[in-house]
């Protein structure tokens, strides 16, 4: 059995790991529940935040197992829409035009649009890849 191709990279985890007490690496591995409850306390009171320094490692690796790679770099989009979501350039990135220059226009559709993506670009990009692969061997 092959070993899963490394979709969510560890760096860009520690880099938003920096930020973590928003809850922002947990939702680039995968992890909106508790990106969501980090996000508003804290980091669990910043305790959850330093524990978490040492578990990227491991939530890399199940991030690795449980979504598809492909043509659509995780890390990029996640950059994307972190810093540039209002825009909707990570939806351009995607190939999703229309919702792309809906955001662009809407301020990310008044921030709920990013939100939305926040609890699932992972699904997203996955989705994406698979469908990519799928339509390449065909």
Same mark, same amino acid.
């Given at each position: 059995?092959?070993?899963?191709?490394?979709?969510?990279?560890?760096?860009?985890?520690?880099?938003?790991?920096?930020?973590?007490? $928003?809850?922002?690496?947990?939702?680039?591995?995968?992890?909106?529940?508790?990106?969501?409850?980090? #996000?508003?306390?804290?980091?669990?009171?910043?305790?959850?935040?330093?524990?978490?320094?040492?578990?990227?490692?491991?939530?890399?690796?199940?991030?690795?197992?449980?979504? $598809?790679?492909?043509?659509?770099?995780?890390?990029?989009?996640?950059?994307?829409?972190?810093?540039?979501?209002?825009?909707?350039?990570?939806?351009?990135?995607?190939?999703?035009?229309? $919702?792309? #220059?809906?955001?662009?226009?809407?301020?990310?559709?008044?921030?709920?649009?990013?939100?939305?993506?926040?609890?699932?670009?992972?699904?997203?990009?996955?989705?994406?890849?698979?469908?990519? #692969?799928?339509?390449?061997?065909?």
């Amino acid at each position: 059995m092959s070993e899963p191709r490394d979709t969510h990279s560890k760096a860009i985890g520690y880099i938003l790991w920096i930020f973590g007490f $928003t809850g922002s690496h947990r939702f680039y591995f995968g992890r909106p529940l508790t990106g969501t409850l980090w #996000l508003f306390t804290g980091g669990l009171l910043l305790i959850g935040w330093l524990v978490d320094a040492f578990l990227i490692p491991s939530m890399a690796r199940s991030a690795d197992r449980r979504f $598809t790679a492909g043509p659509v770099d995780y890390s990029v989009t996640w950059i994307l829409l972190t810093f540039l979501g209002f825009l909707g350039v990570h939806r351009f990135y995607m190939g999703k035009w229309p $919702t792309g #220059l809906l955001y662009l226009i809407s301020g990310g559709l008044l921030g709920l649009g990013i939100i939305y993506d926040f609890w699932t670009l992972n699904a997203q990009v996955s989705d994406l890849n698979q469908r990519r #692969l799928t339509e390449g061997t065909a």
